[in-house]
């Protein structure tokens, strides 16, 4: 394949810039790794010196498998990299790079690990799920953050004091962490500006044949008019005031008031736009949240009742089967097989 030839830009080989480490976990985000190390690489081509420096690291030592079934080798194990942490190969980063089933992981040489370096001053990041991984060591108390959209429900219960929000990626001091996919190619190029300027990230763009860069706080999802198709604004606001109140369901009658729509009007413009009335659609992204609780938490599922603004554990079992064709028990059942055959 042709590349266009770089023109380095030093002219003399300055010091390394930052040396990295990534930790993967089991079942890691592919797209979120390469999206990590990539535009290290080309940085590194651009400056014409080694600016960034990495090696891989897994639990055991041993290779592991990205939930695409791809293999990678690592160079070493956790307990290695504790030990380099007292000498002259201590990282000045480290990364752990998770993907699906994030909330299976237990590794408690991980977590001193991660612990220990950031004690050290190390500066520790989580890429796609990995700041699940970071809270679980106790990283992320009253610390911003972010994570992917489809693991923030389960990960906002299940750890409430850490600041977690629905951006692409978050710096609180020497914590990086970012949502996962193409959110790690905006964070990494956040970095390298930081170290060497606008120029040098344009150029990685140019090579990465992306057009622009990202802020921190752009949406992770599409807006909702693409997202779900629908045009009209009197249904997107009803349904943005919706999904901002799916603990405590508001009535109709409260909705309608807040697009300024009688309740009548509201029902027809549903039936049109999104053929179910607006009760049927408020239900079915009520229990759109409780199964990614379910599937995403260990909590109980009385309280994923509730924090689904449902009244009783009965009636959110009922309307969950009707929905999905499965209990809300029968659904943790199999996503518990699934985790174990995955770990196998």
């Not at 408690?108 to 520790?124: T, W």
């Not at 699940?132 to 429900?153: F, K, Q, S, V, Y």
């Not at 990230?201 to 949406?219: F, G, K, P, W, Y």
Request: charged letters at 25%; glycine letters at 6%.
């Amino acid at each position: 394949m042709h590349h266009a030839a770089i023109r380095p830009v030093a002219k003399e080989t300055p010091a390394l810039k930052r040396s990295i480490v990534f930790l993967l976990a089991p079942n890691f985000s592919m797209i979120a790794f390469a999206m990590a190390i990539e535009p290290l690489r080309i940085a590194n081509r651009i400056l014409g010196y080694e600016s960034y420096r990495w090696r891989l690291v897994s639990p055991d030592g041993n290779p592991i498998f990205a939930s695409n079934g791809v293999e990678i080798a690592v160079g070493s194990s956790v307990e290695d990299e504790r030990k380099q942490l007292q000498g002259e190969r201590r990282p000045s980063m480290v990364f752990v790079c998770s993907g699906v089933y994030v909330e299976d992981f237990n590794d408690r040489s991980s977590f001193a690990f991660l612990r220990e370096a950031h004690g050290r001053g190390v500066s520790i990041g989580g890429l796609c799920t990995g700041a699940w991984i970071l809270a679980r060591a106790g990283l992320l108390a009253d610390r911003r953050c972010a994570i992917h959209w489809e693991n923030l429900p389960g990960f906002a219960e299940a750890f409430p004091r850490a600041d977690v929000h629905a951006d692409l990626f978050e710096i609180d001091h020497n914590i990086f962490t970012c949502a996962g996919g193409t959110a790690a190619l905006d964070m990494m190029l956040a970095l390298i500006g930081e170290d060497h300027g606008e120029d040098v990230v344009n150029r990685i763009c140019e090579q990465a044949l992306t057009d622009r860069v990202r802020a921190s706080h752009d949406r992770q999802r599409l807006p909702l008019r693409a997202r779900l198709g629908v045009q009209h604004t009197k249904v997107l606001a009803i349904i943005e005031i919706m999904e901002a109140n799916l603990g405590e369901p508001l009535s109709l009658v409260e909705i309608s008031k807040g697009v300024q729509l009688s309740r009548r009007q509201v029902e027809r413009l549903f039936e049109k736009e999104m053929g179910r009335s607006p009760a049927r659609y408020y239900l079915e992204i009520r229990l759109d949240r409780a199964r990614h609780l379910l599937l995403q938490s260990s909590l109980p599922i009385v309280e994923i009742a509730v924090a689904s603004g449902f009244v009783s554990a009965s009636h959110f079992s009922k309307c969950y089967r009707e929905l999905y064709g499965r209990s809300p028990q029968q659904e943790r059942a199999a996503r518990a097989l699934v985790g174990t055959t995955a770990a196998a």
